[in-house]
């Protein structure tokens, strides 16, 4: 409703509008009787709007927060009762702090802890670098294969992938046929976690699912494959072969995505720049 459809704004006289509101908070108006004695002459007071009513309170509301939370900043620590208050989990978002690699293969981030934060590091740092460019190029998607998966499963995921990547599907991505890139336009392929979750993990194996957004098309002047942003989960199966997590299968699903918000888009041109001079991160859980 517009501010001119205000019952009592628009034409006529407010008091005769039984259903009068100032600002759609429903207050009713009130008129003051005129002082005889004011040698300025008779005035009436001006109404404040609800709009004013609401910043006071909301200013209230914020010191009372703020004298609450000094209150308990002083407090020493302890409860009613003698015992100290336990501490909310913060499990599932803080940094565990442990290193979350020992050293890479191939340029690949490897040599994980064996127990459930190095199962979660790996399963993040294999997500990102199974999203990138160089699954795009037969001769950096072997390499990449090898060095997060079982070796018992290697060959044959090789041989569906090289099935997988046909000209048609290059094409499909805005890629040459033989997963070039055309002339004048950066690929942009990144996959970036946000958070993770072990499904299941015993000494031997573990199930974690990634939380992931991710980053694919074509970036540069007359792209007609925009860079566009996905949200997804991947579900990685890990096996703990030769002194190191990898994966023995994995499956992805949608979402969860969240509602996207105001922000202008970029040009292809600074989203090709902000790809070129920005690098990734080894993550750790």
């Known amino acids: ?27 009713t108006r009130t ?61 599932s978002t803080a940094a565990s702090g442990t290193k979350p690699v020992g050293g890479k293969q191939g340029g690949i981030a490897s040599g994980y802890a064996h127990d459930e934060q190095g199962a979660q590091s790996a399963a993040s ?37 090289d099935q997988a990547y046909t000209p048609s599907f290059f094409k499909n991505v805005g890629l040459n046929d033989d997963g070039s890139t055309p002339s ?12 993770t979750k072990v499904a ?13 957004t991710g980053l694919v098309g074509l970036a540069g002047p007359g792209s007609t494959k925009p860079v566009t942003q996905t949200w ?11 002194g190191d997590w990898k994966i023995t299968s994995s499956s992805q699903t949608q979402g969860p995505t969240p509602v996207s918000g105001d922000d202008r888009a970029s040009t292809a041109d600074e989203i090709a720049k902000a790809v070129q001079g920005y690098g990734g991160f080894t993550y750790a859980r």
Not at 145 to 160: E, F, I, K, N, Q
Not at 232 to 242: D, N, P, R, Y
Request: proline letters at 6%.
């Open 200 to 212: 299941q993990q015993d000494g031997a194996s573990a199930t974690v699912e990634a939380w992931c």
């Open 125 to 161: 740092n294999y997500a990102v670098v199974l999203g990138s460019e160089g699954m795009f190029k037969s001769s950096t998607r072997a390499d990449i294969v090898r060095a997060t998966h079982d070796p018992a499963v290697v060959d044959g995921l090789l041989s569906r992938l």
């Open 1 to 27: 409703m517009s501010f001119d459809d205000d019952p009592g704004r628009g034409g006529g006289d407010p008091a005769d509008d039984r259903f009068s509101t100032l600002g759609g908070t429903r207050q």
């Open 184 to 195: 004048g336009l950066t690929f942009v392929s990144r996959t970036v976690p946000v958070g």
């Open 31 to 91: 008129r003051l009787p005129e002082s005889t004695g004011d040698p300025y002459g008779s005035t009436r007071r001006p109404q404040r709007g609800s709009r004013s009513l609401v910043m006071v309170v909301g200013v209230v509301v914020l010191l009372v927060a703020a004298i609450a939370f000094a209150n308990r900043g002083s407090d020493s620590g302890s409860s009613p009762d003698g015992q100290s208050p336990k501490k909310p989990d913060a499990q």
């Open 232 to 242: 997804f989960t991947i579900t990685e199966k890990l096996k703990w072969v030769g």
